[in-house]
């Protein structure tokens, strides 16, 4: 079978181009990139996929997902999260290890590439754990779990208090290829706190969480880069001194990547005031100072990817008294629009945009995707750019509501998402 997607724009986020070309795809792959003027088999091609006046990208690669199965399946399931996924131009998720049990043995990640092929929707690559249970005490067999399809650890959801283990799980980490990605928080600071600890957690009399909370570990992660030469992931970026010292780290050479999520560069604390337990996330949303320089570490390339965070929560855990609500919010179907704000506005140009949704991800994680050229999957998603629409809960796939942005304005969104030349996801336009 062969496809054709004909008449639109293709962005490849390496090159950091935009061309008219249409793409042909044969037994899953991109076989051919066809420029003006060039024709392919014509009487070959059983499928031809309409793009005119759209964008073509590779399939967007989100590195920070979670899921929640297995354990806790009533917020989202594998298949659910795929489904989100791949609606919002997702062709392939990393999913964090905080499931019930962890992802810290082979048994468990085994378990979610198979739920994944079942889903048949995105790609799923589970990322295990660091320490055992996740409870930073001891590591949990890192080429164990990249034998088993583990791409990267990490101990999302909680920080890597201990220094040595750390260090050590960077060392083991780069010996089993695995990349580390860090959570950023020192407990003792953050303890009991809620949201950003400033002006409003003041006047609103909830406890706060102190930028320093991040950037201490921040400070660390870079010091362990510096001190073993081992690659360090630093997960959702959220306070300005972040960026400066992450900024600091590249400009020495040293091998420190970072993501930051769209609520960072959208939403401030500002929004807490309400008490709306939608806008509570862990780390929380900072000051619009922070925002701004978040906006610029992104522009600059200082912050390599856009994660999503995606963390779905049943309203049980949502609609209760703001210190007892879950952290987090769901981002799968809302990253791409809200990324494209940033386009617009002028901080990045599309093609680096689509660079820090997908092929940046991508290779920290050493995973396939990110470029649409020939010989590669045909992982594809179709984004119409002018598309107006107002997100609201009908919209949302994942099993969860727990989204700050229903009944915003968006503007560009995905029309359609293949994966492996398969159409799994298509709007209906
Ligand atoms: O807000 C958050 N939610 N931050 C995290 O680090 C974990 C996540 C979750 O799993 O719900």
């Known amino acids: 079978m062969i496809t054709l997607i004909k008449g639109g724009e293709v962005v490849n986020p390496r090159l950091g181009t935009v061309e008219k070309k249409d793409l042909l795809i044969e037994n899953g792959m991109v076989s051919r990139l066809l420029s003006k003027g060039e024709s392919g088999e014509a009487s070959e091609v059983s499928k031809t996929i309409d793009a005119a006046g759209k964008v073509i990208v590779p399939g967007l690669v989100d590195i920070h997902t979670h899921l929640r199965e297995p354990g806790h399946e009533y917020k989202e399931t594998i298949a659910s999260g795929a489904m989100a996924a791949v609606a ?73 208090v201990n220094s040595e283990l750390m260090r050590r799980a960077l060392e083991y980490a780069r010996y089993c290829g695995l990349a580390v990605i860090s959570h950023c928080e020192d407990p003792n600071l953050s303890k009991g706190g809620v949201m950003h600890e400033g002006e409003i957690s003041t006047r609103i009399g909830l406890p706060g969480v ?14 362990l880069a510096r001190l073993t030469g081992c690659p360090v992931h630093i997960a959702h970026v959220s306070t300005g001194v972040s960026v400066e010292l992450i900024r600091r780290a590249k400009e020495e050479g040293l091998p420190v990547t970072a993501e930051t999520a769209p609520h960072y560069f959208t939403l401030d604390h500002g929004l807490l005031a309400e008490y709306d337990t939608r806008y509570k996330v862990n780390p929380p949303l900072r000051t619009p100072k922070d925002v701004s320089q978040i906006r610029k570490g992104l522009a600059e390339g200082v912050i390599d990817v856009i994660a999503t965070d995606h963390a779905p929560h049943d309203s049980l855990e949502k609609e209760v008294e703001f210190d007892k609500a879950a952290f987090g919010m769901i981002g799968l179907q809302t990253a791409l629009s809200l990324t494209l704000d940033l386009v617009r506005e002028g901080f990045m140009t599309l093609p680096d945009a689509i660079s820090k949704l997908s092929s940046n991800g991508a290779a920290i994680l050493g995973v396939p995707g990110g470029e649409l050229k020939e010989g590669e999957n045909a992982d594809v998603a179709i984004i119409d750019m002018e598309s107006e629409y107002c997100f609201k809960e009908k919209d949302i796939l994942s099993k969860s509501r727990n989204s700050p942005f229903l009944g915003r304005m968006m503007k560009g969104r995905c029309d359609l998402t293949m994966v492996g030349g398969k159409i799994v996801y298509q709007r209906n336009v």
């Open 88 to 160: 919002g131009g997702y062709s392939a998720i990393a999913c964090m290890p905080n499931t019930s049990p962890p992802n810290d043995c082979r048994s468990v990640t085994e378990f979610i590439i198979e739920q994944s092929k079942r889903a048949g929707r995105a790609r799923v690559y589970p990322i295990a754990t660091i320490s055992k249970g996740q409870k930073g005490e001891s590591l949990v067999d890192f080429c164990e779990l990249a034998a088993a399809g583990a791409v990267g650890v990490s101990d999302d959801g909680f920080p890597v």
């Open 210 to 223: 102190s930028g320093a909370s991040e950037d201490i570990f921040v400070y660390r992660e870079i010091s």
